[in-house]
């Protein structure tokens, strides 16, 4: 079993950026693919970003592109997601998620594993 905890997360102003960060514990992160999805009040929970296990593969929404970058560090067993020129629009709970396969899915139903969620919010 893999446990997952959000952290980062926080109010900033549009155009700033932040750094969010899910630590696992429980087992390694090492052929675990990951993702990031978000959630706003009274909408579905939608992909945003996700790497494979070597994180040589990534892939995002479209609305993210250019802005946020998904990176992971496997000996801290730790996954990043680096949000530039924040909008209003991306004010949302962040979830980390872990699928067991090397392969990065932009599926929710594909991920098993899932942190608590870290707030974003972005004020204009």
């Known amino acids: 079993q893999v446990q997952l905890v959000e952290s980062g997360g926080g109010l900033v102003q549009a155009g700033g950026s932040l750094r969010l960060s899910c630590a696992a514990s429980g087992r390694t992160l090492s052929s675990i693919a990951m993702g990031w999805f978000r959630q706003a009040p009274g909408k579905d929970r939608k992909f945003v970003a996700a790497?494979?296990?070597?994180?040589?593969?990534?892939a995002y929404t479209d609305s993210v592109k250019g802005r946020f970058t998904i990176s992971r560090d496997n000996a801290k067993n730790t996954v990043y997601l680096q949000m530039n020129s924040l909008k209003p629009e991306d004010t949302a709970v962040y979830y980390c998620?872990?699928?067991?396969?090397?392969?990065?899915?932009?599926?929710?139903?594909?991920?098993?594993?899932w942190g608590q969620g870290t707030q974003v919010t972005v004020s204009s």
């Open positions: 998620a872990g699928a067991p396969q090397r392969g990065y899915s932009l599926s929710y139903s594909i991920y098993k594993y």
């Open positions: 790497i494979d296990w070597s994180g040589g593969s990534t």
